[in-house]
């Protein structure tokens, strides 16, 4: 899977349907991790998404904090983000953001974000530490291994809806998903974020939330 695939073919609307054909408990890992973000959120925080997609995670992040950007490879997906009010968006990698340093107060990249952007796990992290100010929090997050079985349900839902190659059965397994169009997702377990945190020397608290999702909360130094 290529950096471009989101961007080519599974954007806007399509990304949109990615998330109408998910099921209850689906649902319920996508609004655990949007609360958990919104919880440590104030006022004024200055926050970034990214992979901001068509804005999901934005439009309910935009109520509790007064500046939001969100970047993202695909420009299809960014024109629907734009009309949220509130939001900016900018096309960007997530690997050479294009802010000044220290600019935001945090900046998320969940739903698995290391792995659908696929730029290196530390260029992200080193990257997303720059900008984000002094004190400032980096949360990025993954599948958790108990949401194994869910997470396989929606991606072959979603692969009978055509949003993704069908599944390629000898390919997937032990947190891998892969589908016969070169589709790729994986994850990264508790014990690689506190490697990753420790190889460019901050600290991080990981732990599960909702049996569904790992997140790893960064402190900036």
């Not at 950096?3 to 319920?28: C, D, I, S």
């Not at 952007?117 to 990025?140: D, H, N, Y």
């Not at 998903?177 to 945190?197: H, L, N, Q, Y």
């Amino acid at each position: 899977m290529d950096r471009t695939y989101y961007a080519r073919g599974l954007n806007a609307e399509r990304l949109n349907r990615v998330y109408a054909v998910a099921g209850p408990r689906v649902g319920q890992y996508l609004a655990a991790e949007i609360a958990y973000v919104a919880q440590g959120l104030g006022a004024a925080d200055r926050l970034l998404e990214l992979g901001c997609g068509t804005g999901r995670v934005l439009a309910a992040l935009s109520k509790k904090t007064g500046v939001i950007w969100g970047v993202d490879n695909a420009e299809e997906s960014l024109r629907l983000a734009a009309r949220l009010p509130g939001v900016r968006v900018a096309a960007m990698d997530a690997g050479a953001l294009g802010f000044v340093s220290g600019r935001f107060d945090i900046v998320v990249g969940v739903q698995n974000f290391l792995s659908a952007c696929k730029v290196p796990a530390r260029q992200v992290i080193e990257e997303a530490l720059r900008v984000v100010r002094s004190g400032g929090r980096v949360v990025l997050t993954s599948y958790a291994e108990q949401f194994w079985p869910h997470r396989l349900e929606w991606f072959r839902a979603q692969a009978d809806e055509g949003l993704l190659g069908p599944i390629d059965e000898a390919a997937t397994g032990d947190g891998v998903i892969a589908c016969t169009d070169g589709f790729r997702a994986t994850t990264v377990s508790p014990k690689e974020f506190s490697a990753m945190a420790r190889a460019v020397g901050v600290n991080a608290r990981v732990f599960t939330v909702d049996d569904s999702s790992v997140v790893c909360d960064i402190q900036a130094p």
